[in-house]
């Protein structure tokens, strides 16, 4: 099998529209839960996809500024679109890059949040180091993987949105089988890799489908 850290170019309008049918069912509720805890500052998402869940936060912190990384430059440009269309687009940086190597400097960010990306990382450890560095102190990181939009959405109603040539390309995905399945990581894998990275604390939550990771530098 052949894993990849993004998602192809060609499979990116299936991708938004998929989250977008999410929306009210997950990228909501999820940026409820992210600004209840923070509410101004500057705060990295890593893994942004179609930038729904920042211009749900966005929408919710007038004082807040959201920094929006992914390894998709197409989905980068959806986001970009997309946030013009919500009218955040001045709160809002959209910055094609890897989880973990990102260009910021050290202790830059208020907040970070991660969804549904850990999974598919080749170093999810190198991806918790970098989460840290770019950490203020005493700041938090909330890392939920893996974000399952198809448990959110109304499939039947999703596929029959595809065109012809997405839905071509779904099945030439899932028929050469370049990615690996969407699992998330156990929790004691997510502790060994924790253990050297330094954090202050470290709160995780799991059930059969997702890990809730909550860390504190």
């Known amino acids: 099998m052949i894993s990849l850290e993004r998602i192809p170019g060609p499979l990116a309008p299936v991708y938004e529209k998929a989250a977008r049918l999410a929306i009210e069912t997950y990228y909501r509720p999820t940026a409820e839960e992210i600004t209840a805890r923070f509410n101004a500052g500057l705060l990295l998402d890593i893994g942004a996809g179609p ?68 999974h598919s990382l080749r170093d999810p450890q190198a991806f918790f180091f970098e989460v840290r560095r770019v950490l203020k102190k005493n700041a938090q990181a909330w890392v939920y993987d893996p974000a399952r939009v198809s448990g959110h959405i109304d499939v039947d109603r999703w596929k029959k949105s595809l065109t012809l040539r997405e839905r071509f390309f779904l099945w030439l995905f899932k028929r050469i089988r370049i990615y690996k399945e969407a699992t998330p990581l156990k929790k004691r894998q997510v502790e060994r890799m924790l253990v050297k990275t330094d954090f202050d604390g470290v709160d995780i939550e799991t059930t059969r489908h997702e890990i809730r990771i909550r860390l504190q530098k």
């Open 51 to 118: 930038g729904y869940l920042p211009i749900e936060i966005a929408r919710r912190l007038p004082a807040a500024r959201v920094v929006c990384l992914d390894l998709s430059r197409q989905l980068i440009q959806r986001a970009r679109r997309n946030a013009h269309s919500a009218g955040v687009a001045d709160r809002l940086e959209f910055i094609v890059g890897h989880a973990a190597v990102t260009p910021f400097e050290d202790d830059r960010f208020d907040m970070v949040i991660s969804t549904g990306v850990l």
